[in-house]
């Protein structure tokens, strides 16, 4: 047993004995670690954007592993130094320790747990598209203590990783690189629905972002609600990064068929508003004359264009 | 002088085609539909792999029961796709995958061709390339109206040769150092062109190669040689990886008629970077082979875009614009393309 005075005392001409070679081994350690660590992740992540969609996700998930890897070996190296300095008194040591992980950096310990969790059970990986708290966005990086991942926005946003613990991850593409898309188009009731589904299903499938196969395939549903109808397309996007290219293209190309179609957008009238007025060619004369009998105010070109685009 | 063409009279057309196995599998579903059996047949094979001269062998074959009828670019009306009454028991269709367009309304012709085969009488053998096919398969399940589905193989060394040279009379060709036979160094390395991909390119991997029938003949106190026409056709044969359509514009490349040398025939390895639109619109061309700008700004929506997109793409020498003003990938290029594309994801 050790006496707790004597104890002290031995701690203490212990930690006078520390020289400063030893604490800037012990830093230069760290930092090496972290080099390296940063070194890796850019090597890997330069040669993953060269790979083919399907391999880039795959060669980025060892990133985590192998960031893990050079931070463990550090702090073997720094124990050992430590076991080499204190030797019994490592248990005093380790009982203040304690107290600090348990007042001071308790958070921190338990994101570095929540690293650990997150390197080994892969709830998600780096380059995958996942929700997380209030954010959803696409993985850049697994670090000790935080997870980075940029927003659809372009927002780069850090989460510490003990959210794993109390949040619910959904991982949209869990490691793959395509990911499933859900399209919804609306349409008035009175639309030919069958037409109409025609048209959602080639336009997703002749889209350049789709990615068909037997396990990826395209489902298309269709609800009828009270005053529209609604139209679902599910496929999947080539790559997870076009996901929204993918959504905006299938719904150019689908309403500029529909209007060759004469599908139409639900109409206001269903509020018991006035329908809006088509937009035909023969109209344009009187539209002109209005702006131009109007004069020149920005919010009345501003309704006419509205009324074009509510047409759609 | 090599073995040159002095044997190629000896072969049948299909056999220097090396599909025996395939016109017998198609003239076998030919007789079974002549007791009842009605199976249609899809010839399916990539850009200049021999899938038109494969149905002019057939058509050759059953010259009394077929009628051929060829697409040479999109098919935009419904009359190209019906049969006249007189038509043969047995239709003919080459170069099916231009009866779609790759965007929306752009498929009501193939449905009706879908139709129409699933719903006559007769027998239908279509060729279709075979990044067409897949992506139909994918998209609309195209195998289950031809059950009968031949997958052209890549050439074997020896009929690639012969496909070449019977273009030729007897001793036309030189083999520039076939007069001093080449002694085969014991061992070797060999630049062996390998397609990635994952890279999404064709690399070149040095190999070192032991010339174990070298070794034999030495053992056995006899001089083992190469000849310089063989030199020729292990270098053709794989840089086009039996495709004959590249192997005879490799061919082409390197000849210095009448004399060709060994050397002379290239490699090629193209680094492409394209942005997306850009890959697509390859993509489009390797698919239907030969697209018109009309064709790929109605497919992309944007003449000003396809304008810019061909543009880069000619430059880049990847494509050419051939006699019908159609876009085509270069024979050369088309392994580096196929590669980029599969990097992609562009082609499945």
Same mark, same amino acid.
């Given at each position: 047993?050790?006496?707790?005075?004597?104890?002290?005392?031995?701690?203490?001409?212990?930690?006078?004995?520390?020289?400063?070679?030893?604490?800037?081994?012990?830093?230069?350690?760290?930092?090496?670690?972290?080099?390296?660590?940063?070194?890796?992740?850019?090597?890997?992540?330069?040669?993953?954007?060269?790979?083919?969609?399907?391999?880039?996700?795959?060669?980025?998930?060892?990133?985590?592993?192998?960031?893990?890897?050079?931070?463990?070996?550090?702090?073997?190296?720094?124990?050992?130094?430590?076991? *080499?300095?204190?030797?019994?008194?490592?248990?005093?040591?380790? +009982?203040?320790? !304690? /107290?600090?992980?348990?007042?001071? =950096?308790? #958070?921190?310990?338990?994101?570095?747990?929540?690293?650990?969790?997150?390197?080994?059970?892969?709830?998600?990986?780096?380059?995958?598209?996942?929700?997380?708290?209030?954010?959803?966005?696409?993985?850049?990086?697994?670090?000790?203590?935080?997870?980075?991942?940029?927003?659809?926005?372009?927002?780069?946003?850090?989460?510490? *990783?003990?959210?794993?613990?109390?949040?619910?991850?959904?991982? +949209?593409?869990? !490691? /793959?690189?395509?990911?499933?898309? =859900?399209? #919804?188009?609306?349409?008035?009731?009175?639309?030919?629905?069958?037409?109409?589904?025609?048209?959602?299903?080639?336009?997703?499938?002749?889209?350049?972002?789709?990615?068909?196969?037997?396990?990826?395939?395209?489902?298309?549903?269709h609800k009828a609600l009270p005053f529209y109808t609604r139209l679902r397309a599910k496929a999947y996007v080539n790559d997870l990064r076009d996901e929204f290219k993918f959504e905006s293209d299938v719904h150019t190309r689908a309403w500029i068929e529909?209007?060759?179609?004469?599908?139409?957008?639900?109409?206001?009238?269903?509020?018991?508003?006035?329908?809006?007025?088509?937009?035909?060619?023969?109209?344009?004369?009187?539209?002109?004359?209005?702006?131009?009998?109007?004069?020149?105010?920005?919010?009345?070109?501003?309704?006419?264009?509205?009324?074009?685009?509510?047409?759609? | 002088?090599?073995?040159?063409?002095?044997?190629?009279?000896?072969?049948?057309?299909?056999?220097?085609?090396?599909?025996?196995?395939?016109?017998?599998?198609?003239?076998?579903?030919?007789?079974?539909?002549?007791?009842?059996?009605?199976?249609?047949?899809?010839?399916?094979?990539?850009?200049?792999?021999?899938?038109?001269?494969?149905?002019?062998?057939?058509?050759?074959?059953?010259?009394?029961?077929?009628?051929?009828?060829?697409?040479?670019?999109?098919?935009?009306?419904?009359?190209?796709?019906?049969?006249?009454?007189?038509?043969?028991?047995?239709?003919?269709?080459?170069?099916?995958?231009?009866?779609?367009?790759?965007?929306?309304?752009?498929?009501?012709?193939?449905?009706?061709?879908?139709?129409?085969?699933?719903?006559?009488?007769?027998?239908?053998?279509?060729?279709?390339?075979?990044?067409?096919?897949?992506?139909?398969?994918?998209?609309?399940?195209?195998?289950?109206?031809?059950?009968?589905?031949?997958?052209?193989?890549?050439?074997?060394?020896?009929?690639?040769?012969?496909?070449?040279?019977?273009?030729?009379?007897?001793?036309?060709?030189?083999?520039?150092?076939?007069?001093?036979?080449?002694?085969?160094?014991?061992?070797?390395?060999?630049?062996?062109?390998?397609?990635?991909?994952?890279?999404?390119?064709?690399?070149?991997?040095?190999?070192?190669?032991?010339?174990?029938?070298?070794?034999?003949?030495?053992?056995?106190?006899?001089?083992?040689?190469?000849?310089?026409?063989?030199?020729?056709?292990?270098?053709?044969?794989?840089?086009?990886?039996?495709?004959?359509?590249?192997?005879?514009?490799?061919?082409?490349?390197?000849?210095?008629?009448?004399?060709?040398?060994?050397?002379?025939?290239?490699?090629?390895?193209?680094?492409?970077?394209?942005?997306?639109?850009?890959?697509?619109?390859?993509?489009?061309?390797?698919?239907?082979?030969?697209?018109?700008?009309?064709?790929?700004?109605?497919?992309?929506?944007?003449?000003?875009?396809?304008?810019?997109?061909?543009?880069?793409?000619?430059?880049?020498?990847?494509?050419?614009?051939?006699?019908?003003?159609?876009?085509?990938?270069?024979?050369?290029?088309?392994?580096?393309?196929?590669?980029?594309?599969?990097?992609?994801?562009?082609?499945?």
């Amino acid at each position: 047993m050790v006496n707790g005075d004597s104890g002290s005392q031995q701690l203490l001409e212990t930690l006078r004995s520390i020289d400063t070679q030893t604490v800037v081994t012990m830093f230069l350690i760290l930092a090496a670690a972290y080099v390296l660590g940063r070194v890796i992740t850019a090597l890997i992540s330069k040669l993953s954007e060269k790979m083919s969609r399907k391999d880039r996700i795959k060669v980025k998930m060892i990133i985590p592993a192998v960031k893990f890897g050079i931070y463990v070996l550090a702090f073997y190296y720094i124990l050992r130094e430590i076991f *080499n300095i204190f030797g019994p008194e490592l248990l005093l040591l380790t +009982g203040l320790l !304690g /107290a600090a992980i348990g007042f001071g =950096v308790k #958070d921190l310990f338990a994101d570095i747990i929540g690293g650990l969790v997150i390197t080994f059970e892969k709830p998600y990986q780096i380059g995958d598209k996942i929700s997380i708290g209030a954010y959803y966005g696409e993985v850049t990086d697994i670090g000790l203590r935080a997870t980075k991942l940029v927003t659809p926005d372009d927002n780069t946003v850090t989460a510490p *990783n003990s959210l794993i613990f109390n949040e619910t991850v959904a991982s +949209g593409n869990y !490691g /793959a690189s395509e990911m499933m898309v =859900v399209i #919804d188009l609306y349409i008035a009731s009175e639309s030919n629905v069958e037409t109409a589904m025609r048209i959602l299903r080639e336009a997703v499938v002749s889209s350049k972002y789709v990615y068909i196969s037997g396990s990826t395939p395209v489902t298309l549903l269709h609800k009828a609600l009270p005053f529209y109808t609604r139209l679902r397309a599910k496929a999947y996007v080539n790559d997870l990064r076009d996901e929204f290219k993918f959504e905006s293209d299938v719904h150019t190309r689908a309403w500029i068929e529909f209007l060759k179609n004469g599908i139409r957008a639900p109409q206001l009238h269903i509020l018991n508003l006035p329908p809006v007025r088509e937009n035909h060619e023969s109209d344009a004369p009187t539209r002109r004359n209005l702006r131009s009998s109007k004069g020149t105010r920005k919010d009345s070109d501003f309704n006419i264009d509205f009324s074009k685009d509510s047409g759609l | 002088m090599g073995t040159q063409h002095s044997d190629s009279g000896d072969y049948s057309f299909g056999e220097i085609l090396g599909l025996r196995e395939e016109i017998r599998e198609i003239q076998a579903s030919i007789a079974d539909y002549e007791t009842g059996k009605k199976l249609n047949i899809a010839i399916i094979a990539g850009t200049l792999a021999g899938k038109t001269t494969l149905l002019g062998e057939i058509e050759r074959i059953n010259q009394n029961r077929a009628t051929g009828i060829t697409f040479s670019e999109i098919v935009r009306d419904r009359k190209e796709i019906s049969i006249p009454d007189d038509t043969k028991r047995v239709v003919l269709f080459d170069n099916c995958h231009y009866l779609y367009m790759r965007k929306p309304g752009g498929f009501d012709i193939f449905y009706e061709f879908l139709y129409m085969i699933s719903s006559q009488e007769k027998l239908f053998i279509a060729t279709w390339n075979l990044y067409s096919w897949r992506y139909l398969s994918e998209a609309f399940g195209i195998e289950r109206y031809f059950p009968v589905q031949i997958f052209i193989p890549a050439f074997e060394k020896e009929n690639l040769r012969l496909f070449i040279l019977k273009r030729y009379g007897k001793a036309e060709i030189r083999f520039e150092n076939d007069e001093e036979p080449k002694k085969e160094p014991f061992i070797y390395i060999e630049k062996y062109p390998l397609e990635l991909s994952s890279l999404g390119r064709k690399i070149f991997v040095p190999v070192l190669k032991i010339n174990l029938s070298y070794l034999r003949h030495r053992f056995l106190h006899e001089e083992e040689t190469q000849t310089a026409e063989e030199m020729v056709f292990e270098k053709i044969y794989l840089e086009s990886k039996g495709n004959p359509g590249i192997a005879w514009r490799i061919w082409e490349l390197g000849l210095d008629y009448p004399g060709i040398k060994h050397e002379d025939i290239g490699q090629f390895s193209f680094d492409i970077d394209l942005e997306y639109e850009e890959a697509f619109v390859l993509s489009l061309i390797l698919s239907y082979q030969a697209l018109k700008k009309t064709e790929i700004a109605e497919l992309i929506g944007s003449e000003f875009r396809a304008d810019e997109i061909l543009f880069r793409l000619l430059t880049g020498e990847l494509i050419f614009k051939d006699e019908g003003a159609s876009y085509r990938i270069r024979p050369e290029a088309l392994q580096s393309v196929i590669a980029y594309m599969e990097k992609l994801r562009l082609v499945w």
